[in-house]
């Protein structure tokens, strides 16, 4: 192994359900207003629009049972996804084969410093401080397709202090998931340990210190946090 002259970051790794072997995250893509019903809250088209895509950093995601509420922000908001990973990548890659990409699932949120969000959207700047800030993407352990599939349908919601704020249905997903992946590959070469969030339905709103948060997606798994 050649020597850094710096020490070398440590590779983000996340647990898989069953397994002592860990995933290795690469990248991190969030698919944005990917249902109808989310879209509209935000002001959006609900109709089938070219998909948009952003990024997190790795080290975004995390294993944990607390969110540690980020500075520079006093309003930061819950959005519940469907969590993909991937064990094989490519450019291009066919509708048709793109499931084949796909290690597992998980549950995760996208929180949001929706303020900062706001301004970066009004002065047409990017959405970085706005959503890849740390610990900005708690997932539950992955979960391989081996085991359950591919899920098409299921219910996915999102709780805060016991009281449901985000409800809906994967089969409500405006761009499917192979469909994320193909049109993903053509904008950037996918690889083993790339993660995609793929959009969340509505209800998304404020959490603040001390809420109990908790998620989950019907076949899929269970994400349950504090905001510390």
């Not at 002001?43 to 520079?72: H, M, V």
């Not at 996918?190 to 998620?215: E, F, H, N, R, S």
């Amino acid at each position: 192994m050649l020597a850094t002259v710096i020490p070398a970051p440590e590779t983000v790794l996340l647990d898989v359900e069953g397994a002592k072997e860990r995933f290795p995250v690469r990248r991190v893509y969030c698919v944005g207003r990917n249902y109808a019903d989310h879209a509209l809250e935000m002001g959006g088209d609900p109709s089938r629009e070219p998909p948009f895509f952003f990024q997190k950093n790795a080290d975004n995601l995390y294993n944990g049972k607390t969110f540690p509420y980020p500075p520079l922000s006093s309003s930061v908001h819950h959005e519940v996804e469907l969590v993909v990973a991937l064990s094989a990548g490519g450019a291009d890659i066919a509708v048709g084969d793109a499931l084949s990409k796909v290690y597992g699932y998980a549950v995760g949120i996208d929180f949001t410093r929706r303020d900062l969000q706001d301004v970066a959207k009004k002065m047409s700047r990017p959405w970085e401080a706005a959503k890849a800030f740390e610990k900005s993407a708690p997932v539950s352990a992955l979960v391989p397709a081996s085991k359950i599939g591919h899920p098409q349908a299921g219910g996915v919601w999102l709780d805060v202090n016991g009281q449901r704020k985000q409800s809906g249905d994967l089969n409500q997903l405006i761009w499917k998931l192979p469909e994320i992946i193909a049109e993903l590959s053509k904008l950037f070469v996918l690889a083993p340990g790339d993660v995609i969030m793929t959009g969340t339905p509505a209800g998304v709103g404020p959490v603040v210190k001390g809420d109990k948060v908790a998620c989950g997606i019907e076949g899929v798994g269970k994400l349950s946090l504090t905001v510390a």
